[in-house]
């Protein structure tokens, strides 16, 4: 039988959406809030530059300073989420182990088994751990809650980054970073002054 262009495709994206590491990848906390952080980047400044409704000048230090902000979001994230989400994360099943011998038990099984794959000798090990412990994850619920505590964390550190720490660093940092770019020039009218300042008082509600 003879395979058309379209389905040889629609095979392929099959394979790829079935793959068990674009799943687990599809799961995770810290990737889903990076491809989004990511397209915000991207996509919100877009859509502000290409306005044809608004003005020339505001659009484009609207764009400017969302493209700035976004990828400063991306860059913090990224930078400082494993870091925290392990902090979260040793706090978080502290509390668990202490409350819970069973809930102990469990967070001991995934600490263990993520240390073996940490401490693998070699490429192939690695691999073959890595396997094993995804097989886990879907069939051995006492590896859920380890999971489940792990992504929890990555959440908790989330919240604190980008909801706290990124709109007060933001502020110190690219303020003046606008400000280089989009000197200010001593001519410059009221009117486009007070558009500037809209624009920043609608960008820090977001």
Avoid: W
């Amino acid at each position: 039988m003879n395979v058309t262009p379209v389905q040889k495709t629609l095979i392929n994206i099959r394979k790829v959406v079935a793959n068990h590491k674009v799943a687990e990848f599809s799961k995770n906390t810290v990737c889903a809030i990076a491809v989004e952080t990511t397209l915000k980047a991207s996509g919100r400044p877009a859509f502000i530059y290409y306005d044809k409704h608004a003005n020339k000048q505001s659009k484009k230090y609207a764009a400017t300073k969302e493209l700035l902000y976004q990828s400063f979001c991306l860059g913090l994230y990224l930078g400082l989420i494993n870091k925290f989400k392990n902090i979260a994360y040793k706090h978080i099943s502290k509390k668990f182990a202490a409350n819970d011998p069973e809930d102990k038990r469990k967070l001991d099984l995934y600490d263990n088994f993520q240390a073996k794959i940490k401490n693998a000798k070699d490429k192939a090990s690695k691999k073959k751990l890595e396997e094993q412990f995804t097989h886990l994850l879907h069939t051995n619920k006492d590896y859920h809650f380890g999971k489940g505590v792990k992504e929890f964390s990555s959440i908790v550190a989330t919240v604190f980054i980008l909801a706290l720490c990124a709109p007060i660093l933001s502020q110190i940092i690219l303020h003046p970073v606008m400000d280089l770019i989009f000197k200010k020039n001593p001519n410059a009218d009221d009117k486009s002054l007070k558009q500037k300042n809209y624009v920043d008082k609608t960008l820090a509600v977001k």
